[in-house]
């Protein structure tokens, strides 16, 4: 199970509610205490719907430990750990300019590779089914974090395509810069930094409710060396397209970009 993990993004604990699906087992109940004390938020039975437990209890969010799944919902929004553009991405095959970033052609592919931003773990289990690499991942909201505990799991016992890759990332609760920190010089091949952008991507569902939990730390200049000092090959900042990234990186600087076509890839190469 999960421990420890920070802050829980802009609007915080105040506003969530932890709940179970109606009629729910013991064992559900007691992951939802948990989750409840874990992101300090407010835990309710289930005795009515939703709605009305946020209407009753002056609550915005509700986390709910479901039978299938656990869930986020904030009004017409709903945020839970899924495979995403999985198979979109898959058919763009070394092609994709997240793969070319983090393991150009002609190099022996990743064994290791630390996602420092884990979000949903779209990217993770794509990149992890895609080059066959153990991924760590990091995740420092304790809401996100409880929703990973339950998803990628879930997703790797799914037999479906994305199933083993699922299967090789492994959660890390907490803030990315302490997990970087507890790691050997060169442990991994490669550091993946994707910071919250300001604004979503197009179609992006759920952004608002992801951005009430996540947490908002920047890519700075501790982290990125942080993250050079553990990758033994590059270090992979997504950007917005056009962006141009931190100044002040380590090591020979920015080396490389990969465009995409909505965000970019800068690379620190050694």
């Given at each position: 199970m999960v421990t420890g993990g920070a802050g829980g993004g802009?609007?915080?604990a105040a506003e969530l509610l932890v709940t179970t699906a109606p009629d729910a087992p013991a064992a559900l109940v007691a992951r939802a205490?948990?989750?409840?004390?874990?992101?300090?938020?407010?835990?309710s039975p289930r005795r009515a719907s939703v709605t009305r437990l946020l209407r009753d209890t002056g609550r915005v969010h509700a986390y709910i430990v479901g039978r299938e799944r656990d869930e986020l919902r904030g009004g017409d929004e709903i945020l839970w750990v899924h495979p995403g553009l999985f198979y979109l991405k898959r058919e763009?095959?070394?092609?994709?300019p997240l793969l070319r970033a983090l393991a150009p052609e002609g190099e022996p592919p990743p064994r290791a590779?630390?996602?420092?931003?884990?979000?949903?773990?779209?990217?993770?289990?794509?990149?992890?089914s895609a080059l066959g690499a153990r991924v760590i991942g990091c995740e420092a909201s304790p809401v996100l974090a409880s929703l990973l505990e339950e998803g990628l799991p879930r997703l790797a016992k799914g037999g479906r395509g994305w199933s083993e890759g699922a299967a090789r990332?492994?959660?890390?609760?907490?803030?990315?810069?302490?997990?970087?920190?507890?790691?050997?010089?060169g442990a991994?091949?490669?550091?993946y930094l994707d910071p919250m952008f300001e604004a979503p991507l197009a179609a992006q569902a759920g952004f608002d409710l992801l951005r009430a939990y996540a947490v908002h730390a920047p890519v700075?200049?501790?982290l990125l060396a942080e993250a050079w000092r553990v990758a033994a090959r590059r270090v992979v900042l997504k950007l917005p397209g056009m962006a141009a990234p931190p100044e002040g990186a380590p090591g020979p600087g920015w080396t490389r970009r990969v465009r995409g076509q909505a965000v970019d890839y800068a690379i620190l190469e050694r």
């Open positions: 802009e609007r915080g205490r948990v989750i409840a004390k874990r992101c300090g938020a407010l835990f763009a095959g070394a092609t994709h590779i630390v996602d420092a931003t884990l979000g949903l773990a779209g990217d993770a289990i794509h990149v992890a990332v492994e959660l890390r609760a907490g803030d990315a810069l302490a997990t970087l920190s507890g790691l050997e010089e991994v091949d490669a550091v700075d200049a501790a």
